[in-house]
């Protein structure tokens, strides 16, 4: 069983910078990606940023120039480094993995228990 410990969340002014971690922890666990998501009060899930094992990253429109995902394969973790927060930005962040249980071919998700980041005005 894959389980995800965010950190790194909380109160920032607008123009502020946060920096989350997610580690992921559980053997026989093969990594594909791994990514952030947010929710706002009222608002469906919504995808930040995802990095892919070889590097290649996506990011949301509204994230781009501003935030930065970045991974350490050896150490299991992803980071959200955010800058120029908007109080927009104000959410739940999520951080989520895919990839498959050695010997399975079916992909699994699997999600943190999310980190609260609140953008103040």
């Known amino acids: 069983q894959v389980q995800l410990v965010e950190s790194g969340g909380g109160l920032v002014q607008a123009g502020g910078s946060l920096r989350l971690s997610c580690v992921a922890s559980g053997s026989g666990f093969s990594i594909n990606s791994m990514g952030w998501y947010r929710q706002a009060p009222g608002k469906q899930r919504e995808l930040v940023a995802r990095i892919f094992v070889g590097g290649s990253t996506i990011y949301a429109d509204s994230v781009k120039d501003r935030f930065t995902i970045s991974g350490d394969n050896a150490k299991s973790t992803v980071y959200l480094q955010m800058n120029s927060l908007k109080p927009e930005d104000t959410a739940v962040y999520y951080c989520?993995?895919?990839?498959?249980?050695?010997?399975?071919?079916?992909?699994?998700?699997?999600w943190g228990q999310g980190t609260q980041v609140t953008v103040s005005s």
């Open positions: 989520n993995t895919r990839g498959n249980y050695i010997g399975l071919s079916t992909i699994e998700t699997c």
